[in-house]
T-cell receptor, first 113, second 113 residues
Framework: SQELEQSPQSLIVQEGKNLTINCTSS?????LYWYKQKYGEGLIFLMM?????EEKSHEKITAKLDEKKQQSSLHITASQPSHAGIYLC?????????????FGKGTKLTVNP | ETGVTQTPRHLVMGMTNKKSLKCEQH?????MYWYKQSAKKPLELMFV???????ENNSVPSRFSPECPNSSHLFLHLHTLQPEDSALYLC????????????FGPGTRLLVL
């Protein structure tokens, strides 16, 4: 089955700094989703990428899917304390006639004021 | 506000108790999901329902029993749980099962004593 590896596992940055989180897949990505989770709460959908080379932005967050469709990055510009949380990437995994969403273990982001 | 609600938000139960988790979605979606999130592990899919029919049981122990009376409501009935079942249980919904963005509820934090 597909496995997603996120790096780094955790990240501490000073407010105002830029940062990047990576998500690498063991197989070709057909649908890649980025979610944000506050500790102990549900996942908030950020963006979905499907096409190689695709890039989407929302406010100060930009997500990209590489041309080979095996890696995605999430970039935050001028980070703020409100960006703190756990960022999860998820991917459509098709196996044995069924399809499900698999997730990475997440990247914990701390933004210090 | 994601349009997916879960109750209760927190639950403590003994190993001999029977309890139920409830999920309701107000998004007009046709597919609903239960996930388990344990510390240090990726999100694990438990069950999938499509138009009230169960389409996926990801090898979940029988002490977890799902019920989907209609496309808007999903329950997870719990009985004779083990301490290792303590986790955050998340409900999600999507318009269709395949390659669609899933929207998550806030989760139920379960502690089994």
């Amino acid at each position: 089955s597909q496995e997603l590896e996120q790096s780094p596992q955790s990240l501490i940055v000073q407010e105002g700094k830029n940062l990047t989180i990576n998500c690498t897949s063991s197989k070709t990505l057909y649908g890649l989703y980025w979610y944000k989770q506050k500790y102990g709460e549900g996942l908030i959908f950020l963006m979905m990428l499907q096409k190689g080379g695709e890039e989407k932005s929302h406010e100060k967050i930009t997500a990209k899917l590489d041309e080979k469709k095996q890696q995605s990055s999430l970039h935050i510009t001028a980070s703020q304390p409100s960006h703190a949380g756990i960022y999860l990437c998820g991917a459509d995994d098709y196996q044995g006639g069924s399809e499900k969403l698999v997730f990475g273990k997440g990247t914990k982001l701390t933004v210090n004021p | 506000e994601t349009g997916v609600t879960q109750t209760p938000r927190h639950l403590v139960m003994g190993m001999t108790n029977k309890k139920s988790l409830k999920c309701e979605q107000h998004l007009g979606h046709n597919a609903m999901y239960w996930y388990k999130q344990s510390a240090k592990k990726p999100l694990e899919l438990m069950f999938v329902y499509n138009f009230k029919e169960q389409t996926e049981n990801n090898s979940v122990p029988s002490r977890f029993s799902p019920e989907c009376p209609n496309s808007s409501h999903l329950f997870l009935h719990l009985h004779t749980l083990q301490p290792e079942d303590s986790a955050l249980y998340l409900c999600a919904s999507s318009h269709r099962v395949y390659r669609e963005t899933q929207y998550f509820g806030p989760g139920t934090r379960l502690l089994v004593l």
